[in-house]
């Protein structure tokens, strides 16, 4: 079988890739999902009367026009409705600078609200803050955890950062690099200072600060109908086994071979054998690690506003529920987030496991990714969206990257 443009996977990178290929007239392109259905981590189910999504909450972020722009073109505006996130982090007993060990919640993130918390509690992390390496005009570390304590001071990474990174990550925190961390909201010792004094938040907001989320359907519902749109030229059930990207030809399940003029891959460079690579891109794949999740449901009613809470706390397996009532009229129950390694399973669980959820950040990552992306470029193989770029990026992120590869291409 041979096709002009040939995509790996139909998860949003995939869809909109395609997408803006089919409105540009383009009629020659076979896109390959191995699940049944289209969507990726962004899919959702309907649970126990409501929809709950199985790669965990999902939230579509204002900030790109442009790309809410594409996608209302698929689900119109007056189909969602707009939220101003409310997300809280919660300390089980047992926070350290607390003598009465109580349960404390406050909004995230910590250091823009750390005045929520009662003064005598303030005080040692604003001087932990103000004696944070950034503070005292100490060089910027190279390795994370060193990191989070010059940023943050030593209090904030002991009682919330670390742990919290740790229920994500695993343990080896030291493996991860700091390039990623422009992502954490900036909010000086000033700004912290300047909250607590006049009570309410200071410095910049976290993504997500105002966000869309289906009226009547879940997050998934939308990329169902990008896959819809490209009728028969998305094949789903099947996977890619093997690329060769010299010849641009791929191997699925089914013993089909597929060739291609180009081949843009939305799938993790590890699901896929790659032949006639050269070592070093062997390699750089190796070097490649992600984590994976376990999305469970539990039906009883949490009295809470907030749309999601963090848990830094050991106590627990999970890192972040979702309250899905807060963010979809009328849904009982909410969800946990748990990473697999500390997940265990409970009799009747209803629960969904996502092998490729977060992309790690190791020191290694950027230079095995680039020389991956640059061999394959050569070959005419593109790489684009969380796993063609090992990226944690959300996905409006990654659909404004697959309407650029797509213009270019
Ligand atoms: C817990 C969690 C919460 C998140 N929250 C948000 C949020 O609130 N807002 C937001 O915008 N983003 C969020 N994200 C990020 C979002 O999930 C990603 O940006 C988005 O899914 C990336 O799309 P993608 O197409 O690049 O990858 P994916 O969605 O992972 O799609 C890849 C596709 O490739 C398929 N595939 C894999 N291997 C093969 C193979 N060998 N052959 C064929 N097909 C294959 C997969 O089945 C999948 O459909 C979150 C992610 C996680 C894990």
Redesign the pocket.
Known sequence: MKTKYLI?????????FANVLRQRGEENFTV????A???????SQDVDGSPL?I???????VRRPEVCRFLFGFMPKDEWREYDRDSRIRFTPGFVPDADKREYEIHHPFEANLWELPENIQKPFLDSIAAAGCNAGQEMPEKFVDWISWKLGDLIAKEYMLPYNMKMFGDNLNALGTYWLEKLPNVSYEDTLKSCREKKAAGSQP??AQ?FYPKEYG?GEL?LRMGKALGERLITG????ELSPADKRVT??DGTVIEAEIIVS???WT??KLTGVPQEITDAVSKLIHTS?E?TYHPEDMNTDAQWIYYPSNNMDHH?ILVRGNFYEGAKGYWT?TRTERYHAQAGDINFH?E???PVNTIDKPKAIDSILRYMKGCGVYG??????HN????????EL?MKLAKEL
Not at 32 to 35: G, L, R, V
Not at 384 to 389: A, D, I
Not at 392 to 399: E, K, L, P
Request: glycine share 16%.
């Open positions: 790996l996977g139909a998860g949003p990178a995939g869809l909109s390959i999902e191995k699940e259905q289209a969507g990726g981590l962004c899919r999504d790669g965990g909450g999902h939230f579509l972020d993504g997500h966000f997050y990329w099947v996977s890619v086994t699925l399940s939305t799938v993790p699901s896929m999740i999305v972040r987030e996502m490729y959820a977060y684009l969206g969380r796993w063609g770029e944690h990026y959300n996905s409006d992120a990654t659909v697959a």
